[in-house]
């Protein structure tokens, strides 16, 4: 099974940046479509971004389109969320996740998660 771990939140001020990273486990990792998810306190998981695994198409949040961008390395076995002009609103915990089939923009169509990385951003 995929194994991700997750790095790069933390505490940022509003208009800031971060660059979230997560390393799969396995020889297959082109195999798989990557996604990045959010939650919010009170709020159900919600789609970020996603990318398909040749990395030619991208998916994303209509309020983080020209924010952040998705990238992958499948030499390296990792997935990025490059994360630009931060908001508040931006604020959760981010989710990596990992899927061979379904729908790459739904939570309910991954099979595999990261533990969770907090980003924080000010005001």
């Known amino acids: 099974q995929v194994q991700l771990v997750e790095s790069g939140g933390g505490l940022v001020q509003a208009g800031g940046s971060l660059r979230l990273s997560c390393a799969a486990s396995?020889?297959?990792?082109?195999?798989?479509?990557m996604g990045w998810f959010r939650q919010a306190p009170g709020k159900e998981r919600e789609f970020v971004a996603a990318?398909?695994?040749?990395?030619?198409?991208?998916y994303y949040k209509e309020s983080v389109k020209g924010r952040f961008t998705i990238s992958r390395d499948n030499a390296k076995n990792t997935v990025y969320l490059q994360m630009n002009s931060l908001k508040p609103e931006d604020t959760a915990v981010y989710y990596c996740?990992?899927?061979?089939?379904?729908?790459?923009?739904?939570?309910?169509?991954?099979?595999?998660w990261g533990q969770g990385t907090q980003v924080t951003v000010s005001s």
């Open positions: 990318i398909s695994g040749s990395g030619i198409t991208t």
């Open positions: 996740a990992a899927t061979q089939r379904g729908r790459p923009t739904s939570r309910y169509d991954y099979n595999y």
């Open positions: 396995g020889r297959t990792f082109s195999n798989y479509d």
